[in-house]
Antibody, heavy 116, light 108 residues
Framework: EVQLVESGGGLVQPGGSLRLSCAAS????????MHWVRQAPGKGLEYVSA????????YYANSVKGRFTISRDNSKNTLYLQMGSLRAEDMAVYYC?????????WGQGTLVTVSS | DIQMTQSPSSLSASVGDRVTITCRAS??????LAWYQQKPGKVPKLLIY???TLQSGVPSRFSGSGSGTDFTLTISSLQPEDVATYYC??????????FGPGTKVDIK
């Protein structure tokens, strides 16, 4: 059974940092590009970041470019999102998701709250 | 970047009604279009990919069509369990795999 399990969310002060993890199981993790999507409270889905199957290519939305870093460890079947210089507008539920033809599997989401 | 729009932003229909949601891409994306259903407090669920291919386990009352820039999601007979927000997403070539703003569907 395919599973994606996020962790690492929590309360952080503005300007702070947080690292999200997404542990994958039930499929050959190293064969898939992976993605981060976020959803602010009461808002729609926002595509945040992507990484190719071997980690060689990455993408960032303009809203997070220069502040967030996506990475993966294929030996540990884990996807990461290092978030820095956090702002109030980064507060959201963060989902990891698997492609490639649409996102067929999503994690349960992890809530990031940015507040002083 | 390609922008995705959806219409309407919300709709209210009766049980058994046929419901159609439209998604438009600002540039052609062939058939690289997915539809998702998100119920309140839940994780988005893939309904349709490649514009018209039903994901395994999705009821056949859901269907998708379109190519290029204009796409539709149709619910042939609305059921109470279909109350949700529906999102389209383009996934052609490279990221960003942008989502539409969503269409909220409820029961009249």
């Amino acid at each position: 059974e395919v599973q994606l399990v996020e962790s690492g969310g929590g309360l952080v002060q503005p300007g702070g940092s947080l690292r999200l993890s997404c542990a994958a199981s039930g499929f050959t993790f190293s064969s898939y590009a992976m993605h981060w999507v976020r959803q602010a409270p009461g808002k729609g889905l926002e595509y945040v970041s992507a990484i190719s199957s071997n980690g060689g290519s990455t993408y960032y939305a303009n809203s997070v470019k220069g502040r967030f870093t996506i990475s993966r460890d294929n030996s540990k079947n884990t996807l990461y999102l290092q978030m820095g210089s956090l702002r109030a507008e980064d507060m959201a539920v963060y989902y990891c998701a698997r492609g490639p033809s649409g996102f067929d599997y999503w994690g349960q989401g992890t809530l990031v709250t940015v507040s002083s | 970047d390609i922008q995705m729009t959806q219409s309407p932003s919300s709709l209210s229909a009766s049980v058994g009604d046929r419901v159609t949601i439209t998604c438009r891409a600002s540039q052609g994306i062939s058939n690289y279009l997915a539809w998702y259903q998100q119920k309140p407090g839940k994780v988005p669920k893939l309904l349709i990919y490649a514009a018209s291919t039903l994901q395994s386990g999705v009821p056949s009352r859901f269907s998708g069509s379109g190519s290029g820039t204009d796409f539709t999601l149709t619910i042939s007979s609305l059921q109470p369990e279909d109350v949700a927000t529906y999102y389209c997403q383009k996934y052609n070539s490279a990221p960003p795999f942008t989502f539409g703003p969503g269409t909220k569907v409820d029961i009249k």
